[in-house]
């Protein structure tokens, strides 16, 4: 009798699939959909940016304060603090520059998705820095790994799982960014660039639903993409590769 109920109750989630499925296909204006791929292109390769810029600015600063017991006490309630500070609470000291030194937004948006990934990735890395066992780290001032060396033999190794673990943490936080860094609003000023957070933005004040709601499918489809193809892969890898055992 179980196989029957279950059975039932798949086969109501498929036809419920089928039906949503297709009154959102009814739903949402077709004639952005050729422009979509370029939008969706767009903003992810500032997300892709972002998310490298982070680690390459944060994982040297985050190993150096986790190997220092007392500065990780002392820093990571505020990186705590910093990282439940919503990114676009700077966005209006950031659009006055922009206003005011008339630069564009295409190259202040970048930056501005970096609020929301680059604490995921240095609380992360200060995490996994910490958890290097300390007979390793004086195993490696004994062999003199020094430079270059002692960075790629021991310390990316060491806490690569830990960054993937931050970016996977940050691509979220980016994408919801990237809706808010595309469009800017300071007084009766509007800047904005294009992408796909920029017509999400520009559909929700218009109060668009059609076109909000396709823009935010695309967003999610783009995001299920990403864990599929690189951030299961990536953390598997992490978790077999690099450990210690």
């Given at each position: 009798?179980?196989?029957?109920w279950?059975?039932?109750?798949?086969?109501?989630?498929?036809?419920?699939?089928i039906?949503?499925?297709?009154?959102?296909w009814?739903?949402?204006?077709?004639?952005?959909?050729?422009?979509?791929?370029?939008?969706?292109?767009?903003?992810?390769a500032?997300?892709?940016?972002?998310?490298?810029?982070?680690?390459?600015?944060?994982?040297?600063?985050?190993?150096?304060?986790?190997?220092?017991?007392?500065?990780?006490?002392?820093?990571?309630?505020?990186?705590?603090?910093?990282?439940?500070?919503?990114?676009?609470?700077?966005?209006?000291?950031?659009?006055?520059?922009?206003v005011?030194?008339?630069?564009?937004?295409?190259?202040?948006?970048?930056p501005?998705?970096?609020?929301?990934?680059?604490?995921?990735?240095?609380?992360?890395?200060?995490?996994?820095?910490?958890?290097?066992?300390?007979?390793?780290?004086?195993?490696?001032?004994?062999?003199?790994?020094?430079?270059?060396?002692?960075?790629?033999?021991?310390t990316?190794?060491?806490?690569?799982?830990?960054?993937?673990?931050?970016?996977?943490?940050?691509?979220?936080?980016?994408?919801?960014?990237?809706?808010?860094?595309?469009?800017?609003?300071?007084?009766?000023?509007?800047l904005?660039?294009?992408?796909?957070?920029a017509?999400?933005?520009?559909?929700?004040?218009a109060?668009?639903?059609p076109?909000?709601?396709?823009?935010?499918?695309?967003?999610?489809?783009?995001?299920?993409?990403?864990?599929?193809?690189?951030?299961?892969?990536?953390?598997?890898?992490?978790?077999?590769?690099?450990?210690?055992?």
């Amino acid at each position: 009798m179980n196989w029957l109920w279950s059975s039932l109750w798949y086969l109501a989630i498929v036809v419920s699939c089928i039906y949503y499925g297709h009154q959102l296909w009814l739903f949402i204006p077709k004639e952005y959909l050729p422009s979509l791929p370029g939008w969706m292109g767009v903003t992810a390769a500032r997300v892709i940016a972002a998310m490298v810029l982070s680690v390459i600015i944060f994982t040297p600063l985050g190993v150096w304060i986790g190997l220092r017991p007392k500065l990780v006490s002392f820093f990571q309630p505020i990186i705590q603090i910093l990282a439940a500070v919503p990114a676009n609470v700077f966005y209006p000291l950031i659009a006055f520059m922009i206003v005011a030194w008339h630069q564009d937004l295409g190259s202040w948006t970048i930056p501005m998705i970096m609020l929301g990934t680059q604490w995921y990735v240095l609380f992360n890395v200060i995490a996994g820095t910490s958890m290097i066992p300390s007979q390793m780290v004086e195993a490696s001032k004994v062999f003199h790994l020094r430079g270059w060396l002692w960075w790629t033999k021991f310390t990316l190794p060491a806490v690569f799982p830990y960054i993937v673990t931050g970016v996977i943490s940050a691509a979220g936080g980016a994408w919801n960014t990237a809706i808010a860094a595309e469009v800017l609003n300071w007084g009766k000023i509007t800047l904005q660039t294009h992408g796909l957070g920029a017509f999400i933005s520009l559909a929700s004040d218009a109060g668009q639903n059609p076109q909000e709601a396709l823009g935010c499918l695309a967003m999610c489809f783009m995001v299920l993409l990403c864990i599929i193809f690189v951030w299961q892969p990536m953390y598997r890898y992490a978790e077999n590769r690099f450990k210690f055992d």
